[in-house]
DNA sequence: GTTGGCCGAA
């Protein structure tokens, strides 16, 4: 039992959201079944535009369990997500500067990169990161097999410098809004259910009170194939990690 | 059609 058993992914991956989706409306939709440490809406890093998915960090894994079976397949904002388990953790932007290399990146993508001038994306990110490295690092090092430092050195700081010093000051902010797809034609299902409970701007009340029962139920659920488990629920959760990649899909 | 550009150079 030394080994730790890597903490599961208390990240939720959530596709195929809307573009103009907001971490609030994340937030707000997944903060039912537990608290949130962290909504984040990846955007297009040139584009500056959302690129369909998004990440919704539970505190507790059970929590974002509750969310994926209660979330997933749901209409927010017009459309469908899907909910999984994201894989690895948050990408610093080293790891990204990395990716650029390999990725279909490096053309022309300027071109909406103008009309997005500013990140709006959710800075909600909390300073959580000094939790454990020491799991992180294991973890990334058996998650992607080539692990870091696969970039020994290099002069990348101009080149990326030089894309960040091209950020255009002026911006055209209004005609931003002009996607013509994305038909919200069940928006009223989304509604329907989004104006049953979004009245109470109150943060943190008893909104987990949905989340509860379930929760007691998977408990009662848990009993039956295992039964060291019963009080607090920190510690090995990765049975629906593992679960989760073994069934795969 | 399937994963995170918030971090690092004075």
Redesign the pocket.
Known sequence: MSRYLRPP?T?L?V??VADDIRSEDLRREFGRYGPIV?V?V?????NRRP?G?A?V?FEDVRDAEDALHNLDRRWICGRQI?I??????????????A??GR?S?GSSRYDDYDRYNR?S?S?S?ERR?SRSRSFEQNYDRSYSPRGRAERPRRSR?RS??G?FNRRPRSQSRSNSRSRSKSQPREERKEQRRSGSRSQSRSKADGKYKASRESRKEERERSKSRSHSESRSRSKSRSRSWNSHKSSG?
């Open positions: 992914n990240s991956f596709r195929n962290d984040y990846p955007l297009d890093f040139y690129r998915f990440y960090q899907e999984q388990f994201a894989q690895g953790d948050r990408k610093t932007p080293n790891q990204m500067k990716k650029e990725s990146y990140r994306r800075r990110y990161r700081s990326h410098h894309r899909h």
